[in-house]
T-cell receptor
Framework: AQSVTQPDIHITVSEGASLELRCNYS??????LFWYVQSPGQGLQLLLK??????LVQGIKGFEAEFKRSQSSFNLRKPSVHWSDAAEYFC??????????????FGKGTKLSVKP | DAGVTQSPTHLIKTRGQQVTLRCSPI?????VSWYQQVLGQGPQFIFQ???????GRGNFPDRFSARQFPNYSSELNVNALLLGDSALYLC???????????FGSGTRLTVV
């Protein structure tokens, strides 16, 4: 079955420290991969996406993610976290084929807290 | 530029009632998808419409229905509401999947 696993429910980091959020997926082929961020009571904002090509993807707000096919992973990283990064982060996969374009499968999310 | 707009932002309904949620996509976006996000979980896909045709349906009962209008706006209808339908309902629009999906801020539905 297709699924996305975010093993860490809650992570706390100090401001200025580096961050890595983990994402593993199960899919029949290499899917399209996304990271979204959600602030409390808000919708989802797209941080970055991977379709093909360079496995290191740059996104907004200083985030990057690395696709590792052998590990079925798409981990999100940031070298120096800011207090405003505190939010919930969702990894999602989408079909690389035709048909249902909007069918994203989301992980359960990782809540990020930032210590001053 | 206006993003994806959803209305209403909050809604309280009684069990057994019916509700209609509305979504206006970004100008130029022809695809609209609906997701349900229960507290503490990731969003779950409900429907996707492209050029006014249903292109995908998630694992939701027939009480859930949707449609897309000629101007690409969309409505999500839920009949015979259950307590378990309480959730944040998110709408997302895109030009096509290569550009990713832009989400609205959602409609918070509470069923009492």
């Amino acid at each position: 079955a297709q699924s996305v696993t975010q093993p860490d429910i809650h992570i706390t980091v100090s401001e200025g420290a580096s961050l890595e959020l983990r994402c593993n997926y199960s899919y029949g082929a290499t899917p399209y991969l996304f990271w979204y961020v959600q602030s409390p009571g808000q919708g989802l904002q797209l941080l970055l996406k991977y379709f093909s090509g360079d496995t290191l993807v740059q996104g907004i707000k200083g985030f990057e993610a690395e696709f590792k096919r052998s590990q079925s992973s798409f981990n999100l990283r940031k070298p120096s976290v800011h207090w405003s990064d505190a939010a919930e982060y969702f990894c999602a996969v989408g079909s690389p084929f035709g048909g249902s374009q909007g069918n994203l499968i989301f992980g359960k999310g990782t809540k990020l807290s930032v210590k001053p | 530029d206006a993003g994806v707009t959803q209305s209403p932002t909050h809604l309280i309904k009684t069990r057994g009632q019916q509700v209609t949620l509305r979504c206006s996509p970004i100008s130029g976006h022809k695809s609209v998808s609906w997701y349900q996000q229960v507290l503490g979980q990731g969003p779950q896909f409900i429907f996707q419409y492209y050029e006014k045709e249903e292109r995908g349906r998630g694992n939701f009962p027939d009480r859930f229905s949707a449609r897309q209008f000629p101007n690409y706006s969309s409505e999500l209808n839920v009949n015979a509401l259950l307590l378990g339908d309480s959730a944040l309902y998110l709408c997302a629009s895109s030009m096509d999947r290569y550009y990713g999906y832009t989400f609205g801020s959602g409609t918070r539905l509470t069923v009492v």
